[in-house]
């Protein structure tokens, strides 16, 4: 398996080695429906399942998605980026059964560097619950980005939270989400000690009253707009619970 070592960007990330230690702890916990967002993401994928071509996915985390994409795409070559020597050191565990189909190198979302080194041709760039710690500046230069480096019929796909439109669905999409951690919970532990790791975290995005320096997750419409102004000539939501949302645009 290739591994780019290059050192991070300067500037501290604001997600810490600590969240990402957290996280894979309780992952199959706090996202909800995660089995089934991964089985959508795969079917949005622009490509048959024995075409050679290029992925990267931006935040990969323990590898869930990309050992997916990997399975159901056998000739994919798949760049795993992610800023967390955690995330990586896990990644290079799940993914080594891969081979050199796997490239791992860390990035700093917010650079400009990793979007100029993207692969070429690029048929699909993925991200899941990473594009939120994008500012909506930040997002429209990502959308920007990609969108000039994606092939003709290339995707760019997004598992994320977007900012809910009122209180009232702000408050539809926190007991959504503390209902299906609890039914996570029960299923993965057989009782409600990892929904408690969940509460004590104070995980549910939608349930915080201040300001949360580290996400910023922008309403859905405006990033469907976002997206169409990048120059994809669909964009559109394809799944949604919980504030959960996967969305994204086509070339
Ligand atoms: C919530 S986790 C999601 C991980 C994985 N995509 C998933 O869905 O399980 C966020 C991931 O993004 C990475 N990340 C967060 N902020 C980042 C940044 N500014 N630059 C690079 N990676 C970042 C973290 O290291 C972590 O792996």
């Known amino acids: 398996m290739a591994e780019d070592t290059s050192a991070p960007n300067a500037e501290t990330p604001h997600w810490q080695e600590a969240d990402s230690a957290l996280f894979l702890t309780m992952d199959d916990v706090v996202v909800p429906m995660r089995k089934q967002q991964i089985v959508a993401l795969c079917a949005l994928i622009p490509a048959q399942r024995d075409e050679t071509f290029n992925v990267v996915e931006l935040g990969s985390g323990g590898g869930l998605l990309a050992r997916a994409v990997l399975d ?15 995330m990586r050191a896990q990644l290079r565990e799940t ?29 699909c760039v993925l991200s899941s619950l990473v594009v939120h710690h994008l500012t909506h500046e930040g997002k429209q230069r990502l959308f920007g980005d990609v969108a000039q480096r994606l092939e003709q019929g290339g995707a760019l796909l997004l598992a994320d939270l977007v900012a809910p439109a009122s209180d009232r669905v ?15 919970s029960q299923e993965i532990a057989g009782d409600l000690s990892l929904y408690q790791a969940f509460r004590d975290a104070e995980w549910n995005y939608y349930e915080l009253t201040e300001e949360d320096s580290m996400d910023h997750p922008s309403p859905l419409p405006d990033q469907l707009q976002w997206l169409r102004a990048a120059g994809f000539s669909i964009a559109d939501c394809f799944w949604l619970f919980a504030g959960h949302t996967i969305y994204g645009g086509y070339r």
């Open 72 to 86: 159901a795409f056998p000739n994919c070559h798949y760049l795993a980026l992610d800023g967390s020597e955690v």
């Open 170 to 184: 702000r408050l539809l999409f926190a007991d959504q989400w503390n209902a299906m951690a609890q039914t996570q």
């Open 95 to 123: 993914l080594a059964p891969y081979g050199d189909r796997v490239t791992i190198a860390s990035f700093e979302l917010e650079d400009a560097a990793w979007r100029e080194a993207l692969p070429s041709p690029l048929r």
